[in-house]
C-alpha cells in the first residue's frame, strides 16, 4: 500500500510541478501546424501541389470555402506563374469536421491532428515555374492565430507539346482564386469599418499613410515598431494566459459531489459503512486502511465512467457538443427529466437485481476486490440521488470542448464522495458530531431540482440559436430564470411543498439565508430585461443582440483601426495607447467584448483615457504593393494590413494569438504586461489602471 501512495504521490508532486510551469508562460509564439508541401506528376500534363498538415491536439484549422460571414477558409495563392496554370479549386482531403458554430450562425469545416489539400496544376509544355502560397487559419478554444502562409516554388520541364499562351486566363484564374480567397473576409471588413463610424481613421486615410509604416517595418526607423519584447516581459507574465478550464472543471465536480453527500441516498450510509470498517478488524491501522482503498474505489469507479463517455462519444463529438442544435435539445430534455425527479414526480433507479448481485458477490470475496464490490454497490444504490447530478456534470463539462473533461469532473466528484470515509475512518470521534438524517436532505434534493431546471435552459438557448426560432431571446430566458430562483426562495422559505417534504413548517436559519441569496440573485436579474449587462449571467443568458428592448447604450468604440495614425493622435493628445490585437473570426475576442467591455468602469477607462487602436490581423484589405520583410532569417511577404498588424504583433511584442492587448505610450513602450483571454472584469480593470498610472508617473 505504501508503495502506491509513493507512486500516486509522485505523480502528483510532478504534475503539480508541471502546473505551476504553466502558471508562469509568458507571451509567446504559438506554432501548432506543420506543414509539407509535393509536388506530384499525375501525367506528362497534369501534377497537384499537396499540402499535409500536422496539427497539435487541441487546435484545428479550417477548410476551403466556408462562406460569406465565416472564418478564414484555406485558399490557393499564385504570385509568379508560367508554363502552367491552375486546374479547378483547392481540394480538402482527409477526416472534415462540420459543426454549427453559433457565433458566425453557419455551418463551418475544419481538420483535426491532420489535414491535406490538394490542387491540380495544368502544364502547358516546356520548362515550367509555379510560385505561391497557402493560406490557412488555426484555432483551439482560447486562441486564433492570424491567417498563416505556406510558400511553394516548384520548376521544372513538362515533356508534352507546348500550347498556345495562356497568361491572360492564369491572371483571371489567379484573379477568381484570389476574390473566391477573399471573398468570406470582404463583408465583414466591411461591416467592421462601417462600425468603426467614430473611428478618426477611415481605410481610404490610412492607405496615404501606409509608406510610413511600410518604410517602418523596411527600415526600422520608427521607435513605434522597434521590438519591445524584453521590456513587456519585465513586468512579469501575461495576464490571462493561464488556461484554468481544467481547475474550474475539476472544483465544478468536486461542488457536485459535496452536493450529493448530502442526499437522502448517501449521507445515511456514511456512518453504517465506516463503522462496518472499524468493527471487523481488531487491527485499527487495517481498518483504516481498508476504508481509504474504499474511497479509492469510489474515485476509479467515477474516474472510469468519465472515460467511458469520452470512449463512447469520441473526441471530435464532444469537441462539437457546444454548438450542436439536437445534442443540446436533448440535453435540455434530459435535465428537465432530473429535475422532475429530484422534485419527487419519479425516482430514476436502477433495477434493484443489479446492486443485489454486486452486494452477493461482495459478501462471497475477501481483500481488495470486496472492498471494490462494496463501493460498486454504492454507486448503484445511490443513483436515484447521484445520478441527475453526475448527468448534469457530464453534460455541462462534455459541451465545453475538452475531451478530457469528463474525467476531469468525475475525479472531483469522487473525492469529494470518497473524502468522508477516510476521514471518519481515521477520526471516528467525529462520527458523533455530524447531524443526524431528516428533512433537511429532501430540502437540498429539491434545491438541486430548481438549479437543474434553470441550467436545462442554457442547453435549450443554444439550439435556439442554432435554428434561429427566436422562441428563448434574452428577455425570455431572464425572465424565467427570474421565476425560477424567486420559487425556489418562496420553497426555501416553506410556502411551497413537495410530496417527499415533511410537514415541519420550521424554517432553519442556514435554510433562510438560501432563500435571502435565491430571491436576491432573482431581483438581481430584473435589470436584464431592460438591457442591463448582467455579468454575473453572461455566460449563460443569450448574447445581449437577441434583446429586443435594450436601454444599454454603454459600448466602446475603436478610435483607430490604423497603427501610425493612431500613435500620431495619441501623441498629439497626450493619452497612452490600448492596442486591441483581434480578428473577425475571433471568438475569445467576441466574448471579451461582451463580458469585459461592456462594464461601466472599462468602458470609461477605454474610451476616455485611453487611445483605442483595434488591428485585425485577418484583414484582407490589399497593400499598395506587397512588402519583403525578414524574420528569424526567413523572407516573408505582407500582402495584407491583416498580414502587416500580425507582423507587428510577432516582432515588437513577441506573441501571434488572439485577443491579445497591449498598453503602451506615446513612444511604443509597454506601460503593463500584457493581457489575453480572461473574463475576470476586476483583473482587466486593474491592467488598464495600472498603464494608467505609469503612463503619468512617465
Not at 473524502?419 to 471518519?424: A, G, N, R, S
Request: glycine residues 8%.
Amino acid at each position: 500500500m505504501k508503495s502506491i501512495l509513493n507512486r500516486i504521490s509522485k505523480r502528483f508532486f510532478s504534475g503539480l510541478g508541471l502546473w505551476l510551469m504553466a502558471l508562469c508562460v509568458q507571451a509567446q509564439i504559438l506554432d501548432p501546424v506543420t506543414f509539407q508541401t509535393e509536388f506530384n506528376k499525375i501525367s506528362d500534363d497534369v501534377a497537384e501541389v499537396v499540402f499535409i498538415a500536422s496539427i497539435d491536439p487541441g487546435w484545428h484549422i479550417y477548410s476551403t470555402d466556408l462562406g460569406e460571414g465565416g472564418p478564414i477558409a484555406a485558399s490557393f495563392n499564385i504570385d509568379k506563374v508560367t508554363g502552367a496554370h491552375v486546374d479547378g479549386k483547392l481540394l480538402p482531403v482527409g477526416n472534415e469536421q462540420a459543426v454549427f458554430d453559433k457565433l458566425f450562425e453557419m455551418e463551418v469545416r475544419y481538420f483535426e491532428k491532420t489535414a491535406k489539400f490538394v490542387q491540380r496544376i495544368k502544364l502547358e509544355g516546356g520548362p515550367y515555374r509555379i510560385e505561391g502560397y497557402l493560406e490557412y487559419a488555426a484555432c483551439n478554444d482560447q486562441n486564433c492565430l492570424p491567417p498563416s502562409e505556406v510558400p511553394f516554388m516548384f520548376t521544372g520541364t513538362a515533356d508534352v507539346a507546348a500550347s498556345a499562351p495562356v497568361e491572360q486566363d492564369e491572371e483571371e484564374t489567379q484573379s477568381d482564386d484570389e476574390t473566391s480567397s477573399t471573398a468570406d473576409s470582404q463583408s465583414s471588413i466591411v461591416n467592421s469599418q462601417s462600425s468603426m463610424a467614430n473611428g478618426q481613421s477611415s481605410m481610404a486615410n490610412g492607405q496615404s499613410s501606409m509608406a510610413n509604416g511600410q518604410s517602418s517595418i523596411v527600415n526600422g526607423q520608427s521607435a513605434w515598431w522597434s521590438p519591445v519584447i524584453d521590456e513587456l516581459r519585465a513586468f512579469g507574465e501575461s495576464a490571462g494566459t493561464v488556461d484554468r478550464s481544467w481547475l474550474y472543471i475539476f472544483l465544478t465536480g468536486f461542488l457536485g459531489g459535496l452536493l450529493a453527500l448530502f442526499t437522502p441516498c448517501v449521507w445515511p450510509i456514511i456512518p453504517m459503512t465506516v463503522s462496518f470498517f472499524l468493527k471487523r478488524s481488531k487491527d485499527k491501522k487495517k481498518a483504516i486502511r481498508d476504508a481509504m482503498t474504499y474511497g479509492l474505489s469510489i474515485v476509479v469507479i467515477y474516474v472510469a465512467l468519465g472515460l467511458l463517455v469520452t470512449l463512447l462519444f469520441g473526441a471530435s463529438a464532444l469537441n462539437a457538443l457546444s454548438t450542436n442544435a439536437i445534442f443540446n435539445i436533448l440535453f435540455f430534455l434530459m435535465l428537465v427529466v432530473f429535475a422532475a425527479s429530484f422534485f419527487g414526480a419519479f425516482e430514476i433507479t436502477l433495477p434493484s437485481s443489479w446492486s443485489t448481485a454486486v452486494d452477493s458477490k461482495a459478501e462471497k470475496t475477501t481483500g481488495l476486490l470486496s472492498i471494490f464490490l462494496m463501493a460498486f454497490t454504492l454507486a448503484l444504490v445511490s443513483f436515484s440521488c447521484t445520478g441527475p447530478i453526475i448527468g448534469f456534470l457530464l453534460v455541462e463539462v462534455s459541451t465545453s470542448g475538452s475531451i478530457t473533461a469528463p474525467a476531469i469532473g468525475m475525479l472531483g466528484f469522487a473525492i469529494a464522495l470518497a473524502l468522508p470515509f477516510t476521514l471518519f475512518a481515521l477520526f471516528p470521534t467525529w462520527l458523533k458530531q455530524v447531524p443526524k438524517s431528516g428533512g433537511w436532505m429532501n430540502v437540498i434534493k429539491v434545491s438541486l431540482g430548481f438549479i437543474e431546471l434553470a441550467f436545462a435552459l442554457k442547453f435549450l438557448s443554444v439550439a435556439d440559436l442554432a435554428y434561429g426560432w427566436h422562441i428563448l431571446d434574452r428577455e425570455t430566458f431572464l425572465a424565467l430564470w427570474i421565476v425560477i430562483f424567486a420559487l425556489l426562495g418562496v420553497y426555501l422559505l416553506g410556502k411551497i411543498k413537495f410530496p417527499h417534504d415533511d410537514d415541519d413548517t420550521r424554517v432553519s436559519v442556514p435554510r433562510l439565508f438560501m432563500a435571502i441569496a435565491s430571491l436576491a440573485f432573482a431581483v438581481y436579474m430584473v435589470p436584464g430585461l431592460w438591457g442591463a449587462p448582467l455579468k454575473a449571467v453572461s455566460a449563460f443568458a443569450p448574447p445581449l443582440y437577441t434583446q429586443d428592448f435594450n436601454l444599454y447604450k454603454n459600448e466602446v468604440r475603436a478610435q483607430f483601426d490604423d497603427y501610425d495614425l493612431g500613435m500620431e493622435y495619441a501623441r498629439r493628445v497626450g493619452k497612452p495607447v490600448m492596442l486591441d490585437f483581434t480578428g473577425y473570426g475571433c471568438v475569445n475576442c467576441r466574448k471579451m467584448e461582451l463580458a469585459v467591455w461592456t462594464d461601466p468602469t472599462v468602458g470609461n477607462l477605454m474610451n476616455n483615457e485611453y487611445v483605442l487602436i483595434t488591428l485585425y490581423v485577418d484583414n484582407k484589405t490589399k497593400l499598395p504593393e506587397p512588402i519583403k520583410v525578414t524574420e528569424n532569417g526567413k523572407e516573408r511577404t505582407l500582402r495584407t494590413l491583416g498580414d502587416k498588424w500580425s507582423y507587428l504583433q510577432r516582432v515588437k511584442f513577441g506573441a501571434n494569438a488572439q485577443p491579445f492587448y497591449v498598453l503602451i505610450d506615446n513612444d511604443g513602450k509597454p506601460l503593463n504586461k500584457s493581457y489575453a483571454y480572461d473574463e475576470d472584469v476586476a483583473k482587466y480593470v486593474e491592467f488598464l489602471q495600472t498603464g494608467l498610472r505609469n503612463y503619468q508617473q512617465k
